[in-house]
């Protein structure tokens, strides 16, 4: 009678061990973790926070090859506790590089309009010292000096172009391009006027 229970039971006995293990993947949390990667990628991750970002793919690589290693193995023999582990912490790991992606990312937008405003100033200096030229015998230098000043008003387009992408650090490396140029031109200008200043008789006085 026993003999006969034992049986009956072991194929039961059997499909239960069987059933627990076969070990799935953890598709919930994998997809999880992809999401998060995604989202920092989308936050600008890769520009302003490029190493954490590297290191959450490299998380992400980690995980997947976990996976596919346990997914080459006897299905009684499966294990992805690891790779679930892998998942949760990618996923945290996601959301920090994500939240820290987004400061900084304001960060850089604050410091481009900066740059755009002292770039603007540098520009109208440029342009002020220009009109208060007097012309002279060098005719050519000032109009060569003035053909400078138009390209770096036209170039401060650029710095918006750049903000309107969100592309803040290519903005803040224009503007400071512009300011630097700007800056050159206008001491151009004073050594030129000081020269002129220089250069003119004194005036006699009347006796």
């Known amino acids: 009678m026993m003999n006969v229970t034992i049986n009956r039971l072991a194929p039961l006995m059997l499909g ?6 076969c070990a799935k993947p953890p598709a919930e949390q994998i997809d999880a973790a992809e999401k998060a990667l995604k989202e920092a990628q989308m936050s600008g991750a890769a520009t302003y926070t490029a190493q954490e970002y590297a290191k959450l793919e490299a998380s992400l690589t980690a995980m997947k090859k976990e996976v596919t ?3 080459g193995k006897f299905a009684l023999f499966r294990d992805y506790g690891k790779a679930e582990q ?12 994500k939240a820290d992606a987004v400061k900084k990312k304001e960060e850089a937008k604050a410091g481009a309009l900066q740059a755009q405003q002292v770039a603007q100033e540098a520009v109208k200096s440029s ?5 208060s030229a007097p012309v002279g015998k060098d005719r ?17 387009n650029q ?13 803040q490396t224009q ?15 004073q050594n030129a ?7 003119k008789p004194s005036a006699h006085k009347k006796k």
Do not use: C, F, T
């Open 86 to 97: 892998l998942a949760a912490s990618a996923k945290a790991d996601g959301e920090r590089v």
């Open 140 to 156: 050519a230098a000032l109009e060569a000096i003035k053909n400078d000043v138009e390209a770096l008003k036209a170039s401060l």
């Open 159 to 171: 710095i918006q172009l750049a903000i309107d992408k969100e592309d803040y650090p290519a903005a």
């Open 16 to 21: 239960a061990i069987l059933l627990a293990g």
């Open 175 to 189: 503007a400071k391009a512009i300011h630097d140029k700007g800056q050159a031109v206008s001491a151009e200008l």
């Open 69 to 71: 290693d346990q997914d």
């Open 193 to 199: 006027l000081a020269k002129v200043g220089k250069g």
């Open 127 to 131: 342009v002020e010292l220009v009109a």
